[in-house]
Structure formats: structure tokens, C-alpha cells
């Protein structure tokens, strides 16, 4: 998947909104008009790069664990479609909230899970999981107290037009 190339414009009002700031002041603090500033941001989501409106929450502060698994699969990766496999896991429960697919690792796929407590993910979502696709493993692991939680893209992996 090729990266799109930002705009330093384009990196400014993505940075500004990340850190909730309004539009009008994006503009002011850009030295732009506003309908400039509207239109870059309705190109950005015409693009797929914004997807708000959002709120912004803290899963650190809602739910009791986070809990990521990795799977390994019975099967080699060339007798898999990683997509099927992607929906058939994200059908599963709307408490898991990542599914990557991995490479450079023995394992297959990672997920992230949100839930309320310890049981609920081993007694439920891990045997949903068991008994949707055909794995060989999976391993567990609490993230206890995340020391930050960021959902931001950093302002230094967004790429510019030169």
C-alpha cells in the first residue's frame, strides 16, 4: 500500500486536529482562510486519512484489562486468505478492537481485546476464537497499567511533499 505524500498544510491540520483544536483556530494559527482549511480537511476524509467525527477515548480508563492474544494458525500462510480470516475474528465479539496480521514473527495474527474481566476473555472470546478458525496456538497477555496511551499518528511519520 503506497503512503500519500502530505502537504506540510495537510500535516499542520492533521497535527492541530489530533490535539482537538477547532477549525477556526487551525486557520488563524495557519495565517489561512477558513473555507481553505475546510476544504483541505473535507479532501483529507474524502481520502480516508481523517475518519471523525470521533471522540477520542481512553480505553485505560473504561475497561479493566486490555488483552492482547497472539495466534499461530494450523495451516502455512499460503493456504490462508488473511481476510477471511481478519472478518471471521472481528464477527467473533465488538470487544476485540485490533487483528493485525503479522510477518517476521512465528506467530500469525495479533489482536487486542477490551473487556471487563479475566473470564470474560478466557471463558468467552478466546473459545469463540478456538472454535471459529483452526489454530495451532494462541498466548495471552494483560497489559496492566499502560504507562500512555496515545492514539495519534506522531507528526514525524506523517511524510511531506518536498
Known sequence: MEQKRLSKTEVEVID?????????????????DSSTISKRIKALKRAGIIQYPVA?????KLAIYIVCGLIKLKLP?????????????????????????????????????YVN?????????AKRILDAIDIHAIS???????????SSIPRECLETKE
Open 16 to 32: 492541530c486536529l489530533q490535539r482537538s483544536i477547532p477549525q477556526k483556530d487551525i486557520a488563524e494559527h495557519l495565517r489561512k
Open 117 to 125: 474481566s479475566l473470564d470474560e476473555y478466557y471463558d468467552d472470546l
Open 77 to 113: 500462510r499460503e493456504h490462508w486468505h488473511w481476510s477471511e480470516v481478519a472478518t471471521t475474528i472481528s464477527k467473533i465479539s465488538p470487544k476485540i478492537k485490533e487483528i493485525v496480521l503479522l510477518s517476521g514473527s512465528e506467530w500469525d495474527i495479533f489482536i487486542k481485546c
Open 140 to 150: 495471552s497477555f494483560i497489559l496492566s497499567h499502560p504507562a500512555k496511551y496515545d
Open 56 to 60: 477520542i477515548v481512553d480505553p485505560t
